[in-house]
């Protein structure tokens, strides 16, 4: 299936510093291409993929699960920890998770992460019955475009495969484990009204790391896609002032690429 339009991966060759950014379930790169564009502009060597099932149409996420997410963002942090002397994780909601499991996983490797609207656990007794539901129906309504500005949209699927749903649930159990060994500086904003991820989420995740440099915003304007809400600005500036208190220097600006 082809890639909506939109939703391509994006990557920029700019310094030695450098970003990896996770979308969130059922979105795609473009939730989070203005945060790219915004460290691009300023030097920082970029990656933002794609992940396996999402950008196309959701009866194509039905066949994957979190180790296929997980994998293509663990593949995209090796390239970079290549290519960069300091590279920091960013992710929106299951993004977040994303970017909290590699950096349980890869240590003094991730200099840094910044967290928006992360999400820990999928809620109400949907979650519960997931395990039997999802053999009997393909998909639910869908959770995209939570955004409070009018004059913004968010591609993505308007349904939930309940398959990638239930390996979703499982996926946050995996990371919400592995939390005490999250070390790294770690900066997390959050929207009071978001009406995917609850606010408990990110106490959660604040209450069982080990990081000691933590850091909390409330986005008090925007609802669960803030990166392309009345907020974004801010998530943008905080997440540069972030970079720039951790790394020394931020390279010279490079070319830049999609796909």
């Known amino acids: 299936m082809p890639v909506l339009p939109g939703a391509e991966p994006f990557r920029h060759e700019g310094g030695e510093v450098g970003v990896l950014l996770c979308h969130g379930f059922t979105g795609s790169p473009q939730s989070l291409r203005p945060w790219a564009d915004h460290l691009a502009e300023r030097g920082l060597t970029v990656s933002l993929p794609l992940l396996p099932g999402h950008g196309t149409r959701w009866q194509d996420?039905?066949?994957?699960?979190?180790?296929?997410?997980?994998?293509?963002?663990?593949?995209?942090?090796?390239?970079?920890?290549?290519?960069?002397?300091?590279?920091?994780?960013?992710?929106?909601?299951?993004?977040?998770?994303?970017?909290?499991?590699?950096?349980?996983?890869?240590?003094?490797?991730?200099?840094?992460?910044?967290?928006?609207?992360?999400?820990?656990?999928?809620?109400?007794?949907a979650a519960y019955a997931l395990p039997v539901v999802r053999h009997l129906l393909p998909s639910t309504k869908g959770v995209a475009n939570d955004i409070a500005r009018d004059d913004s949209v968010e591609i993505g699927y308007d349904r939930v495969p309940l398959h990638?749903?239930?390996?979703?649930?499982?996926?946050?159990?995996?990371?919400?484990?592995?939390?005490?060994?999250?070390?790294?500086?770690?900066?997390?904003?959050?929207?009071?009204?978001?009406?995917v991820v609850p606010p408990a989420d990110s106490a959660r995740i604040l209450s069982r790391v080990s990081s000691t440099d933590v850091e909390e915003i409330l986005l008090e304007q925007s609802y669960h896609v803030a990166t392309l809400d009345h907020d974004a600005e801010r998530i943008f500036d905080e997440s540069i002032s972030f970079i720039g208190r951790l790394a020394p220097s931020v390279g010279k600006k490079g070319s830049t690429s999609g796909g």
Request: proline content about 4%; overall charge negative.
């Open 61 to 125: 996420m039905q066949v994957t699960g979190w180790q296929d997410w997980y994998a293509e963002v663990d593949r995209e942090l090796r390239a970079l920890s290549d290519r960069c002397s300091q590279v920091f994780v960013f992710g929106l909601s299951m993004g977040g998770a994303l970017a909290l499991r590699l950096a349980a996983k890869h240590g003094d490797e991730i200099s840094g992460l910044v967290l928006v609207n992360p999400g820990n656990k999928v809620h109400g007794l």
């Open 164 to 195: 990638a749903a239930h390996s979703l649930r499982n996926f946050f159990r995996l990371v919400d484990t592995d939390l005490p060994q999250v070390t790294q500086p770690l900066l997390l904003l959050h929207s009071p009204q978001d009406h």
